[in-house]
């Protein structure tokens, strides 16, 4: 079983490598964060086939729905709750197995059982969104996916 683990990371680092050079080149083209979101979540969302890719920017103290690709989502989001408020609120990238075990989680959609959220910060280093990604899997999430997804979140500066 751990082989089968070792090789699925490997690929999954593998499709990453691909995929951040090009999110990079469409990031510096366009100076527009919108038409950057909308590019970078269906990037995200073709290459891995995850069940929800997205964004959501702070807009007058909440978490407010952006560009994303996947079934409909929650609109707003307080600071704190659920796992995207509380990526804001620690601005602590959160990985989540098992979103039926999150104190708190917001149930946006039944399918989704694990999750993953990435701070997005400005060039003062305050979260201005985040990166939202749910899976309709069980432990889809782990550090290759941290490491890579918060380099991606890095190119919003």
């Given at each position: 079983?751990?082989e089968h683990?070792?090789?699925?990371?490997?690929?999954k680092?593998?499709k990453y490598?691909?995929l951040?050079?090009?999110?990079?080149?469409?990031v510096?083209?366009e100076?527009?964060?919108?038409?950057?979101m909308?590019?970078?979540?269906?990037?995200?969302?073709?290459t891995?086939?995850?069940?929800?890719t997205?964004?959501y920017?702070?807009?007058d103290?909440m978490?407010?729905?952006g560009p994303?690709q996947g079934?409909?989502?929650c609109?707003r989001?307080?600071?704190?709750?659920g796992?995207?408020?509380t990526a804001w609120?620690?601005?602590q990238?959160?990985v989540?197995?098992d979103?039926?075990q999150f104190p708190?989680?917001?149930?946006?959609?039944s399918a989704?059982r694990?999750?993953i959220?990435?701070p997005?910060?400005?060039?003062n280093?305050?979260?201005?969104?985040?990166?939202?990604?749910?899976?309709?899997e069980?432990n889809?999430?782990?550090?290759t996916?941290r490491i890579?997804?918060?380099?991606?979140?890095?190119?919003?500066?």
């Amino acid at each position: 079983m751990a082989e089968h683990l070792e090789i699925s990371s490997g690929c999954k680092r593998e499709k990453y490598e691909a995929l951040l050079p090009q999110i990079e080149a469409v990031v510096a083209a366009e100076s527009d964060p919108i038409a950057n979101m909308a590019n970078v979540a269906s990037m995200i969302h073709e290459t891995f086939g995850f069940w929800w890719t997205g964004f959501y920017r702070v807009i007058d103290d909440m978490l407010v729905l952006g560009p994303f690709q996947g079934p409909m989502a929650c609109t707003r989001i307080h600071k704190g709750r659920g796992v995207c408020g509380t990526a804001w609120l620690t601005d602590q990238t959160q990985v989540v197995p098992d979103v039926e075990q999150f104190p708190g989680h917001i149930t946006c959609s039944s399918a989704s059982r694990s999750e993953i959220v990435v701070p997005i910060h400005d060039a003062n280093g305050e979260v201005t969104g985040v990166l939202d990604i749910d899976s309709a899997e069980l432990n889809t999430f782990d550090e290759t996916d941290r490491i890579y997804l918060e380099q991606v979140a890095n190119l919003f500066h």
